[in-house]
């Protein structure tokens, strides 16, 4: 493949990055993935202003602007014959010293940029007919999980945690409420009603939360945005997961109870067609 490092496009073997850089040693970055359908990018726009929050919050600098970001996605894409996956991102706040827990001013350091590409199919995914089985972990992340840093621990646990599990992912809870899916946002349905946590610190303000919700809206169906528990989720008609990479997924088992009928539910699946559709108009 071809990557993206710092200004640079070069073969995927010959990219480097200082062991310096902060992201490395601390954490100390932000990403985004962006999917691609037909060699487009999906709700470009929205990820380019999760970035720029996610970059603020942490007073960060974007070493590039949003026009060059999208050439720079575009340009990958065709050397790379990307039809279908995505792009993942990530801005650090590069090697400014050896290690030193207090960063500099952004103006005397650069913030490092890297950008690659990911072949996978999206639209069509196996799981989506069978549904994916969860279980229930504590969520013991940070209290800033609103912005999408590459601290990525407990959450890469949860998920081995689940698969030793034989499950696919976790839903995280804390005070007894379900906050989300380890790399995704989590709903439950009853009847023609979508439920699903409200924004707030304590979870990702998904990218394709915010385009399910509007089209669910548009479709006709219901939103309640609010707390649940595993114990309402397992005995809710349906249970989905929503992320770039996923759109949306059915859950049918959560904690070894069945979510329904035990397949994947036609509100989630239905909303699934829609939001490849109506996101298709507006890739770019
Ligand atoms: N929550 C978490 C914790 C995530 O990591 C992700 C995916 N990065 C999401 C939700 C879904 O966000 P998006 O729809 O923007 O991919």
């Known amino acids: 493949r071809t990557v993206y490092v710092n200004g640079e496009y070069v073969p995927e073997t010959e990219a480097k990055v200082s062991i310096f850089d902060r992201a ?12 691609v359908i037909d060699g487009k990018l999906v709700d470009f726009e929205g990820h380019a202003v999760r970035l720029e ?23 990958l894409i065709e050397k790379n014959d990307l039809t279908e996956g995505g792009i993942y991102l990530q801005i650090t706040r590069g090697a400014p010293a050896d ?39 504590e969520d013991i992340r940070w209290g800033r999980r609103d912005i999408k840093t590459v601290q990525l621990l407990y959450p890469s646990m949860g998920k081995m945690m689940a698969k030793k599990a034989g499950c696919d992912d976790a839903w995280m809870v804390e005070d007894g409420f379900v906050t989300e ?5 989590a709903y439950i349905v009853k009847g023609n009603k979508i439920i699903t946590r409200a924004l707030s610190n304590d979870i990702l303000h998904g990218i394709t939360r915010a385009a399910v919700l509007r089209f669910a809206a548009e479709a006709q169906m219901e939103v309640e945005e609010r707390n649940f528990t595993i114990e309402e989720a397992q005995a809710a008609d349906e249970a989905f997961i929503t992320s770039a990479t996923t759109f949306v997924q059915p859950v049918v088992e959560i904690d070894g109870a069945q979510v329904g009928e035990g397949v994947p539910g036609k509100l989630a699946l239905r909303l699934r067609e829609i939001y490849i559709e109506e996101s298709m108009k507006t890739a770019v």
């Open 24 to 35: 490395f040693l601390m954490a100390d970055g932000v990403y985004e993935v962006t999917s």
């Open 53 to 75: 929050r996610s970059l603020n919050e942490l007073e960060m600098r974007n070493p590039v602007t949003k026009d060059e970001l999208l050439q720079i996605h575009r340009d």
């Open 99 to 137: 290690r030193d827990f207090a960063w500099p001013n952004p103006d005397e350091t650069p913030s490092g940029i890297v950008l690659f590409t990911f072949a996978k199919n999206l639209v069509e995914m196996p799981s989506v007919k069978t549904g994916i089985k969860v279980i229930s972990i």
């Open 181 to 185: 899916g380890t790399s995704n946002n």
